[in-house]
């Protein structure tokens, strides 16, 4: 996306037509056409050589060997801080990803709101979306309170829990989108959003990601968080005191160990959970317990609400899944889901901006 724009401002530059001598507004004048075309045969030439330094995929090899992103004990090189072979373009599969700020959130959060319009066009037209994807708000200076949703408490519960909730309590035209397990580690999905500059959050499940924790690393340098989903996806209810704390905070450890933060956010597999499970993911560190109100998948969106739409600050859940476990791929998926959002004149913004 920094190549984007570079080669974006470049055009922008050539495109302008100096008012004082044409009498047009900045871009109105006789080479706007031309610039259009530019911007499509840039944002197809940069998409074609951004996935590696090399130009082509990542491989899942690739990944392997490429150290987690805040765990420098892991895989460690020779000379401590230098990775071998080229260095791409910083904000693409490869590279070194985007710079955090403030508050945890990418400096390029907003990177698309900073091209033209025809660029964002391009690049939607180049991932198949239908229309370019809506331009979320600044996050909130102080984020909203958020409770346990009606129906939703533990017996025995009170206000000191994580809360558990569906909707974060927002009147931005916002959704957030989450994806949990991990079975699927496909380099185009880190590429497309990426590009696009879509936010997502990851819910991962140990027993999914394990054989591959460099892609997660790599998803995490583009500005995804990683949450906890428990080890093995188990029914927590179902499980002693001991064998929910296991599945809850040795998740914790791991994931702390490989991408290294601790977590603050936990999702309990089916969306099950009781007074142990809150109390335990408390004790070690989950601030928030985030459900979701509406389920998408590559074909269809399942609707927790009556009313069948989404709703300001809504949690869409899916899944890292590919063809082998449903029919489409992960970007099939993000088309389908991008185009129930922006149809309904929704943006995506980053879960942690406001939780």
Request: hydrophobic fraction near 30%; glycine fraction near 10%; charged fraction near 25%.
């Amino acid at each position: 996306m920094q190549l984007v724009r570079q080669n974006e401002k470049n055009i922008t530059k050539w495109c302008r037509v100096d008012v004082s001598r044409s009498g047009h507004d900045r871009g109105s004048g006789p080479h706007r056409p031309a610039c259009v075309v530019l911007a499509a045969l840039l944002v197809a030439a940069v998409g074609s050589g951004c996935a590696s330094g090399s130009g082509g995929q990542v491989s899942d090899t690739e990944y392997r060997d490429r150290p987690p992103a805040g765990n420098p004990g892991a895989n460690p090189e020779p000379n401590p801080g230098v990775t071998p072979g080229p260095n791409p373009a910083a904000g693409h599969p490869g590279g070194p990803g985007r710079r955090t700020g403030r508050g945890g959130a990418p400096d390029g959060a907003h990177e698309n709101a900073k091209l033209a319009p025809a660029v964002r066009a391009a690049l939607a037209k180049k991932w198949g979306l239908d229309r370019t994807p809506l331009i979320a708000p600044r996050p909130p200076a102080v984020k909203p309170r958020i409770t346990t949703r009606e129906g939703f408490e533990v017996k025995g519960g009170d206000d000191s829990l994580p809360p558990v909730f569906t909707t974060v309590p927002t009147k931005d035209r916002v959704v957030f989108l989450t994806m949990d397990d991990g079975s699927e580690k496909d380099p185009e999905l880190l590429q497309m959003m990426d590009e696009l500059d879509i936010p997502y959050s990851a819910f991962l499940s140990d027993y999914e990601v394990s054989d591959n924790y460099g892609y997660f690393g790599e998803a995490q340098r583009l500005g995804v968080t990683i949450n906890n989903h428990t080890l093995n996806h188990p029914y927590l209810p179902g499980l002693s005191y001991d064998e929910q704390e296991r599945e809850i905070c040795h998740s914790q450890e791991i994931i702390e160990k490989k991408f290294g933060k601790r977590p603050t956010l936990f999702r309990p597999p089916y969306g099950n959970y009781n007074g142990d499970t809150l109390r335990i993911a408390q004790s070690c560190g989950i601030k928030a317990v985030p459900l979701w109100n509406a389920e998408a998948f590559p074909d269809h969106m399942e609707w927790r609400e009556e009313d069948e739409d989404l709703h300001p600050g809504d949690i869409i859940l899916t899944h890292f899944r590919g063809r082998d476990e449903w029919d489409g791929s992960m970007a099939d998926l993000v088309r389908a889901v991008m185009k129930t959002v922006t149809d309904r004149g929704y943006a995506v913004a980053r879960l942690e901006d406001y939780v």
